[in-house]
């Protein structure tokens, strides 16, 4: 399906694992030092450990039985050997939690840890060095010695099972990532507007009826049509309470507690199409298919007093299935529009004496809070629930940005990071082009390796509630099992090294050379990952009105080969040293060459359109939003033309009109100027209704120039780059001021209907 993952075996040399590398541990742990010599583990290994420690077991059959797959030998326990792997639990020597000391020379192997996490984590550092499938090859360990302990405590990794169901055998081999990986908090969303997965015993048909939906599966997310009464619902999917309970067993061997997500008060359509009734209107609905929401209740009631009921009989049922302190109610993106509607909701603000709908979620978590705190366990939400009020104990998952997470950690609350960049794991993270369509934004490898979890803004004392962070892999563009490991390996050791290991360990370059065991491990257990971003990244600098373009790509031991008279680069075009100087309109093409190979699917191409505004400064009414700031402020004249994909290039403004100013720095003769804009349909970027031109001699008296109307329809799905046009009789002006006209709102029959738009512009050509 991805071309992607075929091409991977060419990347990847599958002899390094012959010999055992103590320098390719991900995480890096905290000191290593390697020494001559190897221990080899065969039948005659046995493993020593106080019998008494009886919690140590699980983690000893887990050796055993990984020993036992990659080599066939059957490890000893407890039995006289001359070659042993000594297991002990001791606090004081090693006092981090999940902290342990090993050490290999020629008196055997010797694990020293805290607590059960810490034997655990030392038995993954030991198999990390060995075959990662079977083989017939000795098993040699090298002699080393090695203390290692976290960072942070909550090192986590999300799926979202709801909008796409995988089964228990994609969550278990999931937990065994996380496992190898020393991740220890894996956060399953299993509830939300397209499924519910979770047998609860009170409602049948929260799973009955809310676990499956009319199959759109072949088509984009935002375009899978609602259910039409009468059609099957044959995708989907539950886990039942003895399938959890066997999950939860699974992951608390290998050291991985699970957190339950059972989203309220809002992204529940899913229980409302089982239960009507929990809705404001309390209209039937049919399950949802994908992300078109008109006509859908997702919210609950939460005047009506049955709701509480409801939700508390459910959280029973889970905190019964799930040891975990923290049950992660969700509370994110509620549209709080049903709610200003509803009589019930209505009447319970003047009860409450609430101010406003904000305040009446408030109360509704808190009212949950309340339930949970009584259970023993700890609530935690999305950050939306700092709204209206935090509830007293919550811990707060920070996921629009890192505002939220700031402001709790500043009102000592604990907080774990989830920010959309660089956190989250559905975005690309390479390409665009080539890659498997992915819902947007660019985490790359390097931008994930790179991200620290305790702010700036936060001091010492603050930073202390930063419990860890955690990736989120939304599933609304994930379908397989292939493509959720593609979109996890590897940004998921990048991550792991980030929450483990000391920040001063840190290293890119040696992390990409450790990197590479793994991939070859990927590689043998048939895992499908990404080989790295080999993306050519293309900066145009537009300074005082020249323009050079700057090459680079994140990959470390790679040299980047172009093009500009638009062929196709190879390993012998010429070799990237310094910004290219672009002096008429050319295309620059340009690949990533490793080991004599070039590595991308597709050249990264980008058109260079030379005009009179090159390097012009521009000056916004208002400025575009940050997270649509292509290159730069300058990027409307950076004779970088927009392409097809929303992340790059354009200046994107939200539900505001676009107004721009821009000085030639001196009077210049034109008679055309154009306005490039897309549309996103999927995306909720609309084209504006007009854009008009008006030139300038003094920056002050401004004539129209033209005033060209849209004629595309707000309804085009596909995405539409269109050129508003102004052509006129040759003038001499030194300043031009444009204003392109949103569209406001999304359309009728859009996911969004009536909610703000997007508008999106890049480069005014001026000629
Ligand atoms: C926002 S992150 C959501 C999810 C979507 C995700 C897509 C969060 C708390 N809510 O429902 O799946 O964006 O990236």
Redesign the pocket.
């Known amino acids: 399906m991805f071309l992607r993952f075929f091409t991977i075996t060419l990347c990847v040399l599958t002899s390094l694992f012959t010999k055992a590398q103590t320098n390719s541990i991900i995480p890096k742990p905290v000191s290593l030092t390697e020494q001559n010599g190897f221990f080899t583990i065969d039948n005659n290994t046995s493993i020593q450990y106080n019998a008494t420690h009886k919690n140590i077991a699980p983690a000893v059959d887990f050796f055993v039985n990984a020993i036992n797959t990659i080599s066939g030998y059957k490890l000893k326990v407890n039995s006289p050997s001359k070659n042993n792997i000594q297991l002990v639990l001791d606090k004081k020597l090693i006092p981090q939690e999940e902290g342990y000391q090993l050490s290999i020379n020629a008196q055997g192997i010797k694990i020293t840890a805290n607590s059960y996490g810490g034997i655990f984590y030392a038995m993954q550092s030991v198999l990390q060095l060995l075959p990662q499938t079977r083989t017939n090859a000795k098993l040699i360990a090298p002699y080393m010695q090695a203390t290692d302990y976290p960072r942070f405590k909550w090192r986590g990794m999300h799926m ?1 099972e709801s ?1 796409h169901f995988f089964g228990p055998e994609v969550v278990k081999q999931y937990i065994d990532l996380m496992a190898m990986y020393k991740l220890n908090t894996f956060h399953w ?1 299993l509830v ?2 397209q499924g519910w997965r979770i047998e609860i015993k009170k409602y049948p048909a929260l799973t009955e009826i809310g676990a499956w939906r009319v199959n759109h599966n072949d088509k984009v997310w935002g375009n899978r049509p609602q259910a039409i009464a009468g059609e099957q619902p044959t995708y989907g999917g539950y886990y039942t309470q003895a399938q959890i309970k066997e999950i939860v067993a699974y992951a608390q061997i290998r050291n991985v507690t699970i957190v339950p997500e059972i ?1 309220m008060p809002g ?1 529940v359509a899913s229980a409302i199409a089982a239960m009507p009734e929990l809705s404001c209107t309390q209209l039937p609905q049919l399950p949802m298919t994908g992300g078109i929401y008109s006509n859908m209740s997702s919210n609950y009631c939460v005047g009506n007093e049955a709701t509480y009921g409801f939700i508390e009989n459910v959280l029973s049922e889970v905190i019964a299935l799930f040891p975990s302190s923290y049950i992660h109610i ?4 509620v549209d709080k529009g049903p709610w200003k509607k509803c009589a019930r909701c209505q009447a319970r603000i003047k009860k409450e004496g609430l101010q406003n709908e904000e305040e009446l979620q408030s109360y509704f978590i808190k009212r949950v809070e309340r339930f949970i705190v009584s259970k023993k366990r700890k609530m935690i939400g ?3 629930i700092l709204e209206g009020g935090l509830a007293p104990e919550a811990t707060v ?1 920070s ?2 940005g890192e505002t939220g997470g700031i402001a709790a950690a500043k009102m000592k609350h604990d907080v774990v990071m ?1 920010p ?1 960049s660089p956190c ?1 794991f ?2 690309y993270q390479a390409g665009p082009e080539g890659e498997p369509l992915a ?3 660019m985490n790359t490898l390097k931008i994930v390796y790179d991200y620290e979890p305790i702010p700036a803004e936060l001091n010492s004392e603050e930073a202390k509630y930063v419990l860890g962070a955690q990736a ?1 892999v ?3 563009y994930i379908t397989t099992k292939e493509q959720l490991e593609y979109m996890v390996l590897p940004r998921m050791l990048a991550l792991a090294e980030v929450l483990w290991s000391p920040k001063e360990n840190k290293n890119w370059v040696k992390f990409n050379e450790r990197l590479k065991y793994h991939f070859a491990g990927f590689e043998q257990k048939g895992l499908h990952f990404s080989p790295g971003n080999f993306t050519v990244e293309v900066k145009p600098i537009a300074e005082n009105g020249k323009l050079t373009v700057a090459l680079s790509s994140e990959i470390t031991n790679a040299s980047i080969r172009y093009t500009t008279d638009g062929s196709l680069p190879n390993t012998s075009s010429t070799l990237y040293s310094a910004p290219i100087q672009i002096n008429a309109s050319q295309v620059v093409k340009a690949v990533t060459v490793q080991n004599g190979k070039i590595m991308n699917l597709v050249p990264a191409t980008q058109a260079f359109a030379m005009h009179s505004a090159i390097g012009a400064t521009v000056k916004y009414v208002s400025a575009p939003y940050k997270g649509y700031m292509a290159g730069g402020i300058n990027a409307l004249t950076d004779g970088v033309r927009g392409k097809n994909t929303v992340g790059k290039f354009w200046h994107g403004f939200y539900e505001n009109n676009i107004e721009a100013t821009i000085d030639l720095g001196a009077e210049k003769n034109i008679s055309k100027l154009t306005l490039g804009c897309i549309q996103s349909y999927r995306d909720w970027i609309f084209l504006p209704t007009a854009v008009r031109f008006e030139v300038s001699k003094d920056g002050l008296n401004f004539t129209e120039v033209g005033n060209v109307l849209n004629d595309i329809s707000v309804n085009e799905q596909a995405n539409t780059i269109k050129d508003f046009i102004a052509t006129f009789p040759q003038t001499s002006v030194r300043y031009i001021r444009v204003k392109a006209i949103a569209t406001r709102v999304c359309p009728k029959g859009h996911g969004g209907e009536g909610k703000p738009s997007w508008t999106f512009a890049d480069e005014l050509v001026v000629e």
């Open positions: 979202d909008r969303h939300d507007d989203e992204h969700g509370g994110d993106e999305w950050d939306e998952m996921w629009r989830t959309g989250y559905d975005h819902i947007g934004g989120n939304w599933g609304e």
